[in-house]
């Protein structure tokens, strides 16, 4: 058989292979599918979207990130988008929608550039020049965070409520929040530190949201086991406990033969002693609280009640580690070895009253560092999506006070970052030139889409923004609760550094790993390489397509 004359065959039947430009149109376009979905989202003035699952459950939120994790998306390039998303809001909490978008529009300016013949390598190659210049400005930029400015890290939180449900009492969880994270921050080595894990958020659905509060201590979604026992507790000495305080089901059934009634009540009374000596023992370590992260029974209730043990059961595992940090007590598995060294201490567990459902407040606790926000609004929904924005408020505290930088919002930095850009071009010249300016006019689209999505005109807005750039006035962004171009930090519209900086690390490495791809090979049966047009899972056209 003469060479050539036949295929060679090297991938498996049914195998869906799309090559070269068609490989790269089709996950440029998936991009874009992506960033359209969550772009009329972006700022104070942005859209919220309504997300129903196949359970019917119902998620109303404005968050990027809560968008993406719960629309189901099959392209692969897609997915890779949806990445970014995940990777920002795990870095710093916040800035999730802007890094998608902005990886969607650096998209969609290679593909101009990849339909004027330019090498995707020189695209990629400009891209990440663009990226480390529009870093450097974006450092330059940076103002300083004074340490112990309580203001603007305020400031920096309601900034960063302003575009969530949470935003009519974002004065009051501004507060919350400061005071939270401040709490909490630890120094070492002259750097601070904040872990967000030290700071527990419970939610009870009803009363509005301005009862939402800080507490300092922990709060249990649970009431006390039994109506006998004290309400409140001074002084509390608390045990810790993940075992049962029943009487152990044997493995095997075991059947026992009764021939007479006193037989029954030897076997009722030997069930009882033992858990009698089980409630012994904790009283014998001197407890007068106990949390038990596993079942409690009825007779065991009674015994604990009878001693006036305040005994909450089945605690969540994660809030029996708080526990334990907040109030120094062990978590003990077995009772026999617990004594009064493992208890820990709080000044006062109190069982308190919200509508029809009771939770257990443990307060003035040993470490002072435990704090606790109680979210409080009238449904599920708003308390879920008050959540969200109290999780991006408390991350971008955190980073603020970690870093100590900030840039103004409102899409001033990135006019800053193009500007520089544009001036920056021309001395690398040639092709990738082409690609830096790509950069510069993708990064507006911050600005753009905020003029957008307040009902105002993007182009005129972006006029008279560069105009006050080029006069040095080069915190100028869109104003958009005031409908007009204005300066930021008046507006306080600010943000921590490490925000911006994320986002242009993640877009553009996400812009250029999705460039280089020349080839997509799926297996048969797997989700990847849909037909040209049609983003496996989502229309080009966004959202409309979803179920
Ligand atoms: N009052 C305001 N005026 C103008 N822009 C604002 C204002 N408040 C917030 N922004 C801007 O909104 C953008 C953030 O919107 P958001 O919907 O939270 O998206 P992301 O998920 O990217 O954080 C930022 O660019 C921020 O500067
Ligand atoms: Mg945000």
Do not use: W
């Amino acid at each position: 058989m003469i060479a050539g004359q036949q295929p060679i065959i090297i991938l498996k039947e049914g195998t869906k292979r799309e090559r070269g430009k068609g490989a790269q149109a089709n996950n440029i376009m998936a991009a874009l599918a992506i960033s359209d979905a969550v772009k009329s989202t972006l700022g104070p003035k942005g859209m919220d979207k309504m997300l129903v699952d196949s359970m019917g459950d119902v998620v109303v939120t404005n968050d990027g990130a809560t968008i993406l994790k719960e629309i189901d998306v099959e392209h692969p390039a897609a997915k890779m988008i949806v990445e970014v998303a995940k990777s920002q809001d795990e870095e710093c909490g916040d800035g999730t929608t802007t890094a998608v978008i902005l990886t969607g529009e650096l998209l969609k300016g290679a593909g101009e550039l990849l339909d004027q013949n330019i090498h995707p390598t020189v695209i990629c190659g400009g891209f990440k020049i663009a990226a480390e210049k529009a870093i450097e400005t974006l450092n330059k930029i940076a103002m300083p965070i004074k340490p112990g400015d309580k203001k603007t890290l305020k400031d920096i939180a309601m900034t960063s409520m302003a575009s969530k449900g949470a935003s009519s009492s974002k004065e009051l969880l501004a507060d919350i929040v400061v005071d939270a994270v401040i709490n909490i921050a630890e120094k070492i080595n002259d750097k601070t530190y904040v872990d967000l894990d030290n700071i527990q958020i419970q939610k009870k659905q009803g009363g509005g949201i301005a009862n939402t509060k800080i507490i300092s201590g922990i709060i249990l979604d649970k009431e006390r086991v039994h109506e006998g026992m004290p309400k409140h507790i001074k002084n509390a000495k608390i045990a810790l406990i993940n075992s049962a305080l029943e009487v152990k089901k044997t493995e095997v059934d075991a059947r026992i033969q009764i021939q007479d009634p006193t037989q029954l009540q030897a076997f009722l009374d030997e069930e009882e002693g033992m858990i009698r000596k089980m409630v012994e023992k904790v009283k014998k370590s001197e407890a007068n609280v106990l949390i038990c992260q596993k079942g409690v029974d009825d007779i065991a209730q009674h015994f604990l009640a009878k001693e006036g043990i305040y005994t909450v059961r089945r605690a969540k595992k994660s809030d029996m580690e708080k526990l334990s940090k907040a109030t120094g007590a062990k978590i003990v598995a077995n009772l026999d070895g617990l004594t009064s060294k493992d208890l820990g201490s709080a000044g006062n567990v109190e069982e308190k009253k919200f509508g029809d459902d009771k939770m257990t407040f443990v307060t003035d606790c040993k470490n002072p560092k435990a704090v606790s926000i109680l979210i409080r609004g009238t449904t599920e929904h708003v308390v879920d999506e008050l959540e969200r924005g109290l999780h991006d408020a408390l991350s971008v505290v955190k980073v603020a006070l970690e870093d100590g930088k900030m840039t103004a919002g409102g899409g001033s930095a990135s006019i800053a970052i193009a500007m520089a850009l544009r001036d920056y071009a021309p001395s690398v010249g040639g092709r990738e030139q082409m690609a830096i300016e790509a950069f510069a006019n993708a990064i507006e689209i911050v600005p753009k889409t905020l003029s957008e999505n307040a009902g105002l005109d993007p182009i005129d807005m972006m006029l008279e923004i560069r105009s006050e750039h080029k006069k040095g006035n080069r915190y100028t962004g869109i104003d958009v609760l005031g409908g007009k171009v204005d300066d930021m930090l008046k507006n306080k519209v600010i943000e921590p550094l490490r925000v911006s900086l994320q986002e242009i690390q993640a877009a553009s490495e996400a812009a250029v790993m999705i460039l280089r791809i020349d080839d997509v090979i799926a297996a048969k049966g797997g989700g990847g390489a849909p037909p040209m047009g049609g983003p496996g899972g989502m229309p080009p056209g966004g959202m409309e397509g979803m179920e």
